[in-house]
């Protein structure tokens, strides 16, 4: 319905912002409202939801960010507060790459999401992206496995693939990245 709104930030809400545009105050739905600053003159891209009990307005500082949100609300268990509070987590930039990565690790580390709710990220964005359809999906579980019996410990191997976001990269690609960053904890984790 809207595409866009030009205008001045004149309140800052606890999960939006007010914004003034030909004297209208539109209040709109964001991930990061504390990332503006009233008085902010700003273009921001905006969806409208249409729910039973309520209708609103969610606003992205870009054309990608509002591609990636619609992209999660298609992701099946998850709703728009839920794919808003994705991109409240995250950086949307960061969040696009470990789809393409297909990585799991980086979507759990997200706070609210769980495993079910990354594998079905990975699932049903397959494609979303014009990615190559022949991705592994159990390319970062099986790097997990390799690094376990190399003797580091789970908890240091998935914060460190949570960081690898490496689209169309082979296992040992992954694992190469991993070791380098492994590094530091190499004195404690290998017996």
Not at 31 to 52: C, N, S, W
Not at 102 to 116: D, P
């Amino acid at each position: 319905m809207f595409d866009y709104f030009i205008g001045r930030v004149t309140k800052i809400l606890h999960q939006g912002i007010v914004l003034e545009s030909n004297s209208i105050g539109y209040k709109i739905a964001v991930a990061r409202p504390h990332q503006y600053r009233v008085g902010d003159q700003l273009k921001i891209y905006t969806e409208m939801v249409f729910k039973e009990e309520e209708i609103y307005l969610v606003g992205f500082s870009s054309i990608e960010e509002r591609d990636l949100y619609l992209g999660l609300n298609i992701v099946n268990g998850i709703g728009p507060k839920t794919a808003l509070k994705i991109l409240g987590e995250c950086d949307y930039k960061e969040l696009k790459q470990a789809i393409e990565a297909n990585n799991i690790f980086f979507l759990r580390s997200i706070k609210g999401i769980g495993q079910r709710a990354s594998a079905q990220i990975l699932l049903d964005l397959r494609g979303f992206f014009d990615l190559n359809q022949n991705i592994n999906v159990n390319q970062y579980d099986e790097v997990q496995c390799a690094l376990r019996h190399l003797g580091y410990r789970l908890k240091e191997i998935n914060s460190v693939l949570a960081s690898i976001n490496i689209p169309d990269a082979s296992n040992e690609e992954i694992i190469k990245e991993a070791l380098r960053r492994l590094r530091p904890y190499a004195k404690h984790s290998i017996k």
